[in-house]
């Protein structure tokens, strides 16, 4: 059943080109409109809208934090994200204008579970993002849009992720179409843009060598730490959460904006950094992230840096550049994830650590 693999984790991995394709299977037409059928929420209640709250757990939080920069940037609906396990204890507002976001994998996740029963209370709108038909949580919401990413069994989610990133930029898109914004000449080209994701995720497997040897360079890092900004910062507390979880070692991701605010103080020499840098068209923020990875490099720590092909500004300033595919800014945390993935998983087989089933943790958690 691990299908030639020796880990669920690792064949999970792999599967995510299908998984993202299977996401985003029949879910636009031919006349470029968007479909989610399954969105049981009628268009004029979606036009009346005016604050989107995502709630979700662990990975999922981070699809949230992504989507959030997607959502509010095509649909000026103001995005906030929260942690599930916090949302209900601090009298969050919320009303029949909201459209609260839940997104869980299991569809299990109690702390998830019981912040859209408060949302639901507060009589708010609730569309659940989720991976397994007919769990609790999409039972228990107005609207579902599933993730196909099939069963997920590394209790350190994968596909589940790339899979809900997708759901998340579907969603926003088609909260633009329904709402008319003025990204609305622009969604089919976004679209397009999704259904090229899957062959993207594939070249980034295709060179998974250069990260597994970075594992095995990496294996006795006492500490790694992940920068990354604009969507890129989600993209770095995912990786630094994904080396936690497999390889349980020190990992923290930052926002590189905030290095000097204090992180760099931790800079010390032959520190593994890895850094996210947004796409060359993103010029101020690109040069910004360039000039974060000058300032660490210069205090020793070995730059793992992740950035678009052919961007030859900033490899001077890299010790190992792991290339993605060309891709606009928003949808790169789908492509820069993979190889943050490989190298947790790598680093920890390498430990002799269980991937699939980490120490501490368990796949669905159904206490609060
Ligand atoms: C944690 C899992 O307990 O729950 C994480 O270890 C997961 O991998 C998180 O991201 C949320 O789970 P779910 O099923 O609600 O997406």
Redesign the pocket.
């Known amino acids: 059943e691990k299908g030639g693999y020796d880990w669920f984790m690792r064949k999970e991995i792999y599967e995510q080109p299908k998984a993202v394709a299977d996401t985003l299977l029949g879910r636009h037409g031919a006349d470029g409109q968007l479909k989610l059928d399954e969105i049981r929420i009628s268009e004029s209640e979606l036009r009346a809208i005016d604050k989107i709250v995502i709630i979700?757990?662990?990975?999922?939080s981070y699809a949230g934090l992504v989507a959030k920069y997607a959502i509010e940037h095509w649909t000026r609906v103001p995005c906030e994200v929260e942690l599930a396990s916090e949302f209900r204890y601090r009298d969050p507002i919320v009303g029949p204008t909201t459209l609260v976001v839940a997104?869980?994998?299991?569809g299990?996740?109690a702390d998830?579970l019981m912040a859209i029963r408060h949302a639901r209370e507060q009589k708010a709108k609730v569309l659940a993002i989720c991976n397994t038909n007919g769990s609790t949580i999409p039972r228990e919401s107005d609207a579902v849009i599933y993730t196909h990413a099939g069963p997920e069994i590394g209790?350190?989610?994968t596909k589940?992720f790339l899979t809900q990133l997708v759901a998340c930029y579907l969603l926003g898109l088609y909260l633009a179409q329904v709402r008319g914004t003025r990204f609305g000449d622009e969604i089919g080209s976004l679209a397009a843009e999704l259904d090229k994701m899957p062959a993207a995720i594939s070249a980034v497997l295709a060179d998974a060598d250069q990260v597994q040897a970075l594992a095995a360079e990496f294996v006795d890092a006492p500490s790694v730490l992940f920068l990354g900004r604009h969507v890129g910062y989600p993209v770095a507390l995912e990786g630094a959460l994904k080396l936690k979880e497999l390889a349980y070692i020190h990992a923290e991701g930052f926002a590189a904006g905030e290095l000097k605010h204090g992180p760099i103080a931790l800079v010390e020499d032959q520190l593994p950094v890895f850094v996210v840098v947004p796409p060359q068209g993103r010029d101020l923020l690109h040069e910004k992230v360039v000039s974060n990875i000058m300032e660490i490099r210069a205090r020793g720590a070995r730059t793992i840096v992740l950035a678009e092909q052919g961007d030859t500004s900033v490899a001077p300033y890299a010790d190992v550049m792991i290339s993605l595919p060309k891709v606009s800014t928003l949808l790169q945390p789908i492509l820069a994830i993979v190889p943050l993935q490989i190298f947790a998983c790598e680093l920890a087989t390498r430990k002799g650590h269980d991937v699939d089933q980490p120490r501490n943790?368990?796949?669905?958690?159904t206490v609060e």
């Open positions: 979700a757990c662990g990975t999922a997104i869980s994998q299991s299990e996740t998830t209790v350190a989610s589940g943790l368990a796949k669905s958690v």
